[in-house]
């Protein structure tokens, strides 16, 4: 068990599509959106090394989470819970999730 504090920003191109019912015209528009998130987790584990040379880990972890990501009822803002290393629940309910399996060769 470990404790395990992470931040990432990223930016990403957000597409919009607007539809005109009176003309059955379409159109989109493109905006950048920039998201700030971290987390404070707790990380849960299981390490084996076999013959001393070789090495498989396998964690998950589960905390606290934020993101300065819209979450309102935008489908276009609301529909990424992923962020490059671990996944945030909405605001409302900020819990937040990662997991990973490492295999390595172990250098004498």
Same mark, same amino acid.
């Given at each position: 068990?470990?404790?395990?504090? =992470? /931040?990432?920003?990223?930016?990403?191109?957000?597409?919009? $599509?607007?539809?005109?019912?009176?003309?059955?015209?379409? &159109? @989109?528009?493109?905006?950048?959106?920039?998201?700030?998130?971290?987390?404070?987790?707790?990380?849960?584990?299981?390490?084996?090394?076999?013959?001393? =040379? /070789?090495?498989?880990?396998?964690?998950?972890?589960?905390? $606290?989470?934020?993101?300065?990501?819209?979450?309102?009822? &935008? @489908?276009?803002?609301?529909?990424?819970?992923?962020?490059?290393?671990?996944?945030?629940?909405?605001?409302?309910?900020?819990?937040?999730?990662?997991?990973?399996?490492?295999?390595?060769?172990?250098?004498?």
């Amino acid at each position: 068990i470990k404790p395990e504090i =992470a /931040f990432g920003f990223f930016s990403r191109d957000v597409w919009r $599509y607007n539809y005109d019912p009176y003309s059955s015209y379409y &159109d @989109y528009q493109t905006s950048r959106s920039e998201v700030f998130s971290g987390t404070l987790q707790l990380i849960f584990g299981k390490q084996w090394v076999f013959d001393n =040379a /070789f090495a498989v880990d396998l964690y998950a972890g589960v905390g $606290y989470g934020f993101s300065s990501e819209n979450t309102g009822n &935008d @489908y276009y803002y609301n529909n990424s819970g992923y962020h490059y290393g671990y996944m945030i629940a909405d605001n409302s309910f900020p819990i937040s999730f990662s997991s990973g399996l490492k295999i390595g060769y172990l250098f004498k």
